[in-house]
T-cell receptor, first 111, second 112 residues
Framework: EAQVTQNPRYLITVTGKKLTVTCSQN?????MSWYRQDPGLGLRQIYY???????DKGDVPEGYKVSRKEKRNFPLILESPSPNQTSLYFC??????????FGDGTRLSIL | DQQVKQNSPSLSVQEGRISILNCDYT??????FLWYKKYPAEGPTFLIS?????DKNEDGRFTVFLNKSAKHLSLHIVPSQPGDSAVYFC???????????FGTGTKLQVIP
C-alpha cells in the first residue's frame, strides 16, 4: 500500500530535549515536505526537499532541521524544542507535478 | 501575509443539499489550485484540482470553479453526504507544484 509513515504519532517532551520525527514514503517520490498545522493558521511549510541531499527552507523553518540522505526518508529534527513548537506536524511526498500524499500526522507537545 | 484565505471557519449543510466552500488568493502568480479534505487523526487527502487555464473542473459530486479576475475559487459538493463532514483546505501553487500554499481550512458539517 502506498503510504507516508510518520513516527511517533504523539509525543510529550520538555523544552530543550532534542527530538526527531521520522518520515518514510514507499512511493519512490522525489519531493518531500514538512508542514505544521496550527489553529487559525492552516498548514505552513517548514522545509522541503526536491531530491536526495537537496533541501530548502519553507515559510517557517526557524528551530527545525531536516536531512535527506535517502530518497524514502526525510526526518524532522528539533535540536532544542521550545513550547512554541507545540503543534501538529505533517510529512508529505509527491512526484513531480502531482498532488501531495500526506502522513497521518505527529502531535508534539513541548512543556 | 496570508496569500490563500478561507474566510469561513465552518459551514453546516443538510444532507442532500449543496455545499459551497470558498477560497480567495492574493498572489496572481498562482497557476494551480487544489482542494484537500482532512478527517480527524488523519492527514489531508487530495480531492480535486484546477489549472489556471480552466474555469471549471468536475469529478463526480465535486466541482471546483475558478474566477481568475476575482482571484476566487470555490468547491461545490452536490449532493452533500454525512461522510463529507471534514475540514477542507484550499491550496495554491505556482510554477507547477514547486511550492504549495495552504489556506486555513473550513470545517464542513453535513447534517443527516
Amino acid at each position: 500500500e502506498a503510504q507516508v509513515t510518520q513516527n511517533p504519532r504523539y509525543l510529550i517532551t520538555v523544552t530543550g530535549k532534542k527530538l526527531t520525527v521520522t518520515c518514510s514514503q514507499n512511493m519512490n517520490h522525489e519531493y518531500m515536505s514538512w508542514y505544521r498545522q496550527d489553529p487559525g493558521l492552516g498548514l505552513r511549510q517548514i522545509y522541503y526537499s526536491m531530491n536526495v541531499e537537496v533541501t530548502d527552507k519553507g515559510d517557517v523553518p526557524e528551530g527545525y532541521k531536516v536531512s535527506r540522505k535517502e530518497k524514502r526518508n526525510f526526518p524532522l529534527i528539533l535540536e532544542s524544542p521550545s513550547p512554541n513548537q507545540t503543534s501538529l506536524y505533517f510529512c508529505a511526498s509527491r512526484q513531480f507535478n502531482q498532488p501531495q500524499h500526506f502522513g497521518d500526522g505527529t502531535r508534539l507537545s513541548i512543556l | 501575509d496570508q496569500q490563500v484565505k478561507q474566510n469561513s471557519p465552518s459551514l453546516s449543510v443538510q444532507e442532500g443539499r449543496i455545499s459551497i466552500l470558498n477560497c480567495d488568493y492574493t498572489n496572481s502568480m498562482f497557476d494551480y489550485f487544489l482542494w484537500y479534505k482532512k478527517y480527524p487523526a488523519e492527514g489531508p487527502t487530495f480531492l480535486i484540482s484546477i489549472s489556471s487555464i480552466k474555469d471549471k473542473n468536475e469529478d463526480g459530486r465535486f466541482t471546483v470553479f475558478l474566477n481568475k479576475s476575482a482571484k476566487h475559487l470555490s468547491l461545490h459538493i452536490v449532493p452533500s453526504q454525512p461522510g463529507d463532514s471534514a475540514v477542507y483546505f484550499c491550496a495554491a501553487s505556482e510554477r507547477g507544484y514547486q511550492k504549495v500554499t495552504f489556506g486555513t481550512g473550513t470545517k464542513l458539517q453535513v447534517i443527516p
